[in-house]
């Protein structure tokens, strides 16, 4: 099992940016694809981006299509998810996830999940 912990959450206004970090312990982080879900107040939870063990091969729904960019240090098993021109509908718990296929099938859930962590965008 991978342990997953998020940081980088906080208070934004539309428009600007925020860097999500997902640090891993436990067995071969590197091995696996990390990505990230949100789940926003009243909705049900849903993919955002995702990347494989080598960053070579990166999934995105399309409502964060060229805003979020997805990336991973290995040598310092973290993940991380830069989000730009946030839009308000972006507010939502940012959970990180492992050990599912790219391109994501929601039919194939990731194993293991973080506690998340809260962004909210002001408009």
């Known amino acids: 099992q991978v342990q997953l912990v998020e940081s980088g959450g906080g208070l934004v206004q539309a428009g600007g940016s925020l860097r999500l970090s997902c640090a891993a312990s436990?067995?071969?982080?590197?091995?696996?694809?990390v990505g990230w879900f949100r789940q926003a107040p009243g909705k049900e939870r849903e993919f955002v981006a995702a990347?494989?063990?080598?960053?070579?091969?990166?999934d995105y729904a399309d409502s964060v299509k060229g805003r979020f960019t997805i990336s991973r240090d290995n040598a310092k098993n973290t993940v991380y998810l830069q989000m730009n021109n946030l839009k308000p509908e972006d507010t939502a718990v940012y959970y990180c996830?492992?050990?599912?296929?790219?391109?994501?099938?929601?039919?194939?859930?990731?194993?293991?999940w973080g506690q998340g962590t809260q962004v909210t965008v002001s408009s």
């Open positions: 436990g067995r071969t982080f590197s091995s696996h694809t």
């Open positions: 996830a492992a050990d599912f296929p790219v391109p994501y099938r929601s039919t194939w859930p990731p194993t293991d």
């Open positions: 990347i494989n063990w080598s960053g070579g091969n990166t």
